[in-house]
């Protein structure tokens, strides 16, 4: 082999080592350099309303008075609750006010506890960590929007419509106009409460949108699987967002096995399960928050097995041994993970 080239493997050897496998990679060559995660704030709770019967609005402002970091509408913020779980809320404040963010939490009876912890412990004056904020619902330009909320997908919608301006149209609907939370805040939106009206017809709604809008569609599984299947029938010119705040379904999924590598025990993920519902049967404090794929707070490491990664986070290195446990699967029969 020329020298040449011996010295150039011997270079390539020498960076994989230092930026790639060896201890220092991940100071020197972090896995995702571009993206930001946001930062992390310690908050202190200004106040707190109640803009329908089961939901709590909080306003959060930094403990020392300063700005907290801008943001855009769509944007959430991670939070860190008192008992150690961790769940994402959209910041439905006014993006030009600094000094504050507010989000609105809805109660959820018979939820994993997290609404429930916020509803009935906190308190003005708590400290409360977070962490933002992140943006994965981004308002795009448009010509025109339509808006359609479900419920307390008002939430990211809200800040939304205050942007869009004259440009935008807000079809508001909830089981009724009590539980639908900041009515007072939108006089010109589209008011359709089911005991009213019956429930939105979603097709005939997004039908009346303009040539090329950009429609956003925030609210309950059965709203945004009805505004997927007609959008693009009814206009290929524009486009759709929606964001939901529960798990979505499992599609082609098939079973397979998880080993525990720490502990040796092994379970069954169903075709129709997350891998990280199964690994909550035998691990029930695993980290985890969105259950969409996107914040990675599930993140696990693989030590064998190919992954089917269905998350909108991790990057092309870090796939080759990480795998967010709420979305993705194995492509065989067996991962083990570093758990």
């Known amino acids: 082999m020329p020298a040449s080239l011996r010295m150039l493997g011997g270079m390539m050897d020498a960076y994989k080592q230092l930026f790639v496998s060896g201890r220092a990679a991940r100071l020197l060559s972090p896995s995702n350099p571009v993206r930001r995660s946001g930062f992390e704030l310690a908050t202190v709770v200004e106040r707190l309303e109640r803009p329908a019967p089961d939901v709590l609005a909080v306003a959060l402002r930094a403990p020392d008075g300063r700005d907290l970091p801008s943001w855009r509408p769509g944007a959430h913020v991670d939070v860190f609750l008192p008992s150690g779980r961790q769940r994402q809320y959209s910041l439905c404040g006014d993006p030009r006010d600094r000094t504050r963010y507010r989000i609105a939490v809805r109660l959820i009876p018979d939820g994993e506890g997290g609404s429930r912890e916020l509803h009935e412990s906190l308190r003005v004056g708590d400290r409360m960590r977070i962490r933002g904020p992140r943006n994965a619902f981004t308002l795009v330009d448009a010509p025109s929007y339509l808006f359609l909320a479900g419920g307390i997908g008002i939430t990211p919608i809200l800040p939304m419509v205050r942007a869009a301006g004259s440009r935008g149209r807000l079809v508001y609907a909830g089981r009724s106009r009590a539980t639908m939370p900041f009515l007072d805040e939108l006089p010109d939106a589209e008011i359709r409460p089911d005991d009213e009206l019956g429930p939105p017809d979603v097709a005939a709604i997004i039908a009346s949108a303009a040539p090329g809008a950009a429609v956003y569609v925030c609210g309950p599984p059965a709203m945004l699987a009805a505004a997927q299947r007609c959008r693009f029938t009814l206009d290929p010119t524009g486009s ?94 067996a991962l083990v993970l570093d758990l």
């Open 240 to 333: 759709l967002h929606t964001e939901r705040f529960s798990a979505p379904p499992v599609v082609d999924g098939r079973a397979f096995d998880l080993t525990l590598a720490r502990s040796g025990r092994t379970v069954r993920v169903g075709a129709e399960e997350t891998a990280l519902t199964a690994v909550r049967r035998v691990l029930p404090d695993v980290n985890y928050s969105c259950r969409q794929g996107f914040c990675g707070t599930c993140k696990v490491g693989v030590r064998a097995g190919d992954v089917d990664h269905r998350d909108r986070l991790l990057t092309a290195a870090e796939r080759e041994n990480r795998m967010l446990l709420c979305v993705s699967r194995a492509c065989g029969d």
